[in-house]
């Protein structure tokens, strides 16, 4: 089993604000300079901590994130760490330059000695508002975006691309990625449809908000026929599974930690891009079939009105003490058979040394009973 | 601008938006579209030299070239032979250069499913069974059954035309193995890709094509240079 320590990188001194954008007349720059030092200490600290990967990722136009070019950070990562692999979950392809992308991604693995995890996201529907791209054409522009990046990194001579959405003359990247043919590709797999569009791209399928196990059981069966069709077979390496994990010494101060923290995420970290989400699934074919819509608000609505408790029944997060957490782990894992987990550790504002903690008693008491699941 | 001269794939001359907005001209090649075959005409290299006296006989200097599929391997050996007939070559997925898949080749209903991703933009042929029939043929007739032409891959290198080289995305027909290879050996080429194209790119992105062959055309290696906006 594989761990991944992953990063939101929130601005956690925010006021409740359900609009969109959130309106950024009260950030403070000081305030993010100590929230990228103290949040990339922590990503650093994780390869001693025994995680497998470090994750972050791109998010736009509010406090949800402060990664809005998740690269830099990924830089930083790189040169910084030289075990642990930098998994970039991820650009969000169908808003971004696909040559750029394939840049940047070829520099970080370069920089890393092979260690990238490329993901290739679609991204949550409010980003599509931010960058001012039609959230109709999402699934078309992330398929050829995918395909153009493949090449940037596979094509041995230069090479043009003349495109639905991309158009490039000639391209011929500098450098090209260290492994061969290219690094592992990690694709957003929380519907059917998605997980159906991973299988086909031979990507790691990549489930997060989780809502109920029988739901992510049901992806992943899609993911596996869209994969065996497309003439590969994953193994359980190819299952992330993304949950908010919150570990402390005693269930209840978990419990306490995490309550308090997830409050501030649900009410302030997703006001505005809950508000911009319902615009975009309300007005647009975000989703292709009316029905994963419809799933999509159901799942974040089941999250948003279960207890802590629920949740952690429900295989929705991870919390409580080392052994607590362990059992869930294994719980979970036994249902879904996945082969990566990746934790948001920094729920909401949950306080940094909390995060810490958890960090060490991951390293000391729950690593060593579950890296061999 | 220069003439333009389209050497036709082993269906023989087809209508395209393409070739509408082109305007080139078009010979076909003997044995194709109910024409009668040459003596001692029978092969890929010896077309080359047959299009050099026509573009002798009907223009008289130099002209571009575009080749499709069966044509490109043609135009290639037309640039061989004859390159002072030729200013500028563009090729449509040329064939030539790889083993064309024989399963593929054995299934005519498969064959054409692979020939296009958007058949219904196609133009309705006129062509009877008899003359399909008869051009596929021709492609035993010019030695050309397995697409591959060794002496014709000895021989690349030795094109220096500033060249197009477009392929589908799709295309399964000529592998992007060989469209690499192509590039790879001339000096002066240019690979583009067409997405959401097979192998017949005139069909399924006209739009896309003529984009790319004009301006190639028209602006030599500067058609890399964006002018829009």
Same mark, same amino acid.
């Given at each position: 089993?594989?761990?991944?320590?992953?990063?939101?990188?929130?601005?956690?001194?925010?006021?409740?604000?359900?609009?969109?954008?959130?309106?950024?007349?009260?950030?403070?720059?000081?305030?993010?300079?100590?929230?990228?030092?103290?949040?990339?200490?922590?990503?650093?600290?994780?390869?001693?901590?025994?995680?497998?990967?470090?994750?972050?990722?791109?998010?736009?136009?509010?406090?949800?994130?402060?990664?809005?070019?998740?690269?830099?950070?990924?830089?930083?990562?790189?040169?910084?760490?030289?075990?642990?692999?930098?998994?970039?979950?991820?650009?969000?392809?169908?808003?971004?330059?696909?040559?750029?992308?394939?840049?940047?991604?070829?520099?970080?693995?370069?920089?890393?000695?092979?260690?990238?995890?490329?993901?290739?996201?679609?991204?949550?529907?409010?980003?599509?508002?931010?960058?001012?791209?039609?959230?109709?054409?999402?699934?078309?522009?992330?398929?050829?975006?995918?395909?153009?990046?493949?090449?940037?990194?596979?094509?041995?001579?230069?090479?043009?691309?003349?495109?639905?959405?991309?158009?490039?003359?000639?391209?011929?990247?500098?450098?090209?990625?260290?492994?061969?043919?290219?690094?592992?590709?990690?694709?957003?797999?929380?519907?059917?449809?998605?997980?159906?569009?991973?299988?086909?791209?031979?990507?790691?399928?990549?489930?997060?908000?989780?809502?109920?196990?029988?739901?992510?059981?049901?992806?992943?069966?899609?993911?596996?026929?869209?994969?065996?069709?497309?003439?590969?077979?994953?193994?359980?390496?190819?299952?992330?599974?993304?949950?908010?994990?919150?570990?402390?010494?005693?269930?209840?101060?978990?419990?306490?930690?995490?309550?308090?923290?997830?409050?501030?995420?649900?009410?302030?970290?997703?006001?505005?891009?809950?508000?911009?989400?319902?615009?975009?699934?309300?007005?647009?074919?975000?989703?292709?079939?009316?029905?994963?819509?419809?799933?999509?608000?159901?799942?974040?609505?089941?999250?948003?009105?279960?207890?802590?408790?629920?949740?952690?029944?429900?295989?929705?997060?991870?919390?409580?003490?080392?052994?607590?957490?362990?059992?869930?782990?294994?719980?979970?894992?036994?249902?879904?058979?996945?082969?990566?987990?990746?934790?948001?550790?920094?729920?909401?504002?949950?306080?940094?040394?909390?995060?810490?903690?958890?960090?060490?008693?991951?390293?000391?008491?729950?690593?060593?009973?579950?890296?061999?699941? | 601008?220069?003439? #333009? @001269?389209?050497?036709? %794939? !082993? +269906?023989?001359?087809?209508?395209?938006?393409? =070739?509408?907005?082109?305007?080139?001209?078009?010979?076909?090649?003997?044995?194709?579209?109910?024409?009668?075959?040459?003596?001692?005409?029978?092969?890929?290299?010896?077309?080359?030299?047959?299009?050099?006296?026509?573009?002798?006989?009907?223009?008289?200097?130099?002209?571009?070239?575009?080749?499709?599929?069966?044509?490109?391997?043609?135009?290639?050996?037309?640039?061989?032979?004859?390159?002072?007939?030729?200013?500028? #070559? @563009?090729?449509?997925? %040329? !064939? +030539?250069?790889?083993?064309?898949?024989?399963? =593929?080749?054995?299934?005519?209903?498969?064959?054409?499913?692979?020939?296009?991703?958007?058949?219904?933009?196609?133009?309705?042929?006129?062509?009877?069974?008899?003359?399909?029939?008869?051009?596929?043929?021709?492609?035993?007739?010019?030695?050309?059954?397995?697409?591959?032409?060794?002496?014709?891959?000895?021989?690349?290198?030795?094109?220096?035309?500033?060249?197009?080289?477009?392929?589908?995305?799709?295309?399964?027909?000529?592998?992007?193995?060989?469209?690499?290879?192509?590039?790879?050996?001339?000096?002066?080429?240019?690979?583009?890709?067409?997405?959401?194209?097979?192998?017949?790119?005139?069909?399924?992105?006209?739009?896309?094509?003529?984009?790319?062959?004009?301006?190639?055309?028209?602006?030599?290696?500067?058609?890399?240079?964006?002018?829009?906006?």
């Amino acid at each position: 089993m594989k761990f991944s320590f992953f990063h939101l990188m929130p601005y956690t001194d925010a006021q409740a604000s359900a609009e969109w954008p959130v309106p950024n007349r009260d950030f403070d720059a000081g305030k993010a300079h100590g929230y990228y030092r103290a949040y990339l200490d922590a990503m650093i600290h994780a390869e001693d901590c025994g995680f497998d990967w470090v994750g972050c990722n791109e998010h736009h136009f509010s406090p949800y994130g402060l990664m809005a070019n998740c690269n830099v950070i990924g830089g930083a990562l790189a040169h910084a760490t030289r075990r642990i692999r930098i998994a970039m979950m991820g650009n969000l392809v169908p808003l971004n330059n696909p040559v750029r992308i394939a840049e940047e991604y070829a520099m970080l693995d370069c920089i890393s000695g092979g260690r990238l995890v490329a993901g290739l996201m679609r991204g949550i529907p409010h980003e599509y508002i931010a960058y001012n791209i039609n959230p109709d054409k999402s699934w078309a522009r992330q398929r050829e975006a995918i395909e153009l990046i493949l090449r940037c990194w596979t094509e041995p001579e230069p090479f043009g691309w003349q495109g639905e959405y991309f158009t490039f003359p000639q391209i011929s990247i500098w450098p090209k990625p260290l492994q061969k043919p290219h690094p592992p590709l990690v694709i957003s797999a929380s519907s059917p449809e998605s997980a159906r569009f991973a299988g086909e791209m031979k990507a790691t399928m990549g489930m997060v908000l989780i809502s109920d196990l029988a739901m992510a059981k049901e992806c992943i069966a899609v993911y596996k026929e869209a994969a065996r069709k497309a003439g590969w077979e994953p193994k359980a390496e190819n299952i992330l599974i993304g949950m908010h994990t919150c570990i402390a010494d005693t269930d209840s101060q978990a419990m306490a930690a995490l309550k308090s923290a997830k409050e501030y995420f649900d009410r302030v970290l997703m006001g505005g891009p809950r508000t911009a989400g319902r615009l975009v699934l309300q007005k647009s074919r975000y989703y292709q079939e009316a029905a994963n819509a419809e799933r999509m608000r159901e799942r974040l609505a089941k999250r948003e009105a279960a207890t802590l408790e629920q949740q952690i029944e429900g295989g929705m997060i991870f919390c409580g003490s080392p052994q607590s957490v362990v059992k869930q782990i294994r719980r979970v894992h036994g249902e879904l058979g996945n082969g990566v987990f990746n934790f948001t550790m920094k729920v909401g504002n949950l306080p940094d040394a909390v995060v810490r903690r958890g960090m060490e008693l991951f390293r000391d008491r729950v690593h060593p009973e579950v890296r061999d699941l | 601008m220069r003439p #333009l @001269v389209y050497l036709h %794939p !082993a +269906g023989g001359v087809r209508p395209t938006k393409v =070739l509408e907005k082109l305007k080139p001209r078009q010979p076909v090649f003997p044995g194709f579209d109910g024409t009668p075959t040459v003596a001692g005409l029978n092969s890929r290299k010896a077309l080359g030299k047959w299009v050099g006296e026509y573009i002798d006989r009907e223009i008289g200097g130099p002209c571009d070239i575009l080749g499709c599929s069966f044509g490109g391997a043609v135009a290639l050996w037309l640039a061989i032979l004859r390159p002072e007939l030729v200013d500028h #070559l @563009v090729l449509e997925c %040329p !064939a +030539g250069l790889q083993t064309i898949d024989a399963k =593929l080749r054995a299934d005519p209903a498969e064959f054409r499913k692979a020939l296009f991703v958007h058949p219904e933009k196609a133009f309705p042929v006129s062509k009877t069974r008899e003359v399909e029939a008869e051009n596929r043929r021709m492609l035993t007739h010019y030695g050309a059954e397995d697409g591959k032409d060794l002496e014709l891959l000895q021989t690349l290198e030795t094109i220096k035309h500033r060249t197009l080289i477009l392929h589908g995305t799709e295309d399964r027909i000529i592998g992007r193995e060989s469209v690499r290879l192509l590039k790879s050996r001339l000096a002066k080429s240019f690979l583009v890709y067409v997405w959401d194209a097979a192998h017949n790119i005139e069909v399924d992105q006209p739009e896309r094509m003529l984009e790319l062959v004009e301006g190639f055309l028209e602006r030599s290696e500067a058609f890399v240079v964006n002018r829009a906006g």
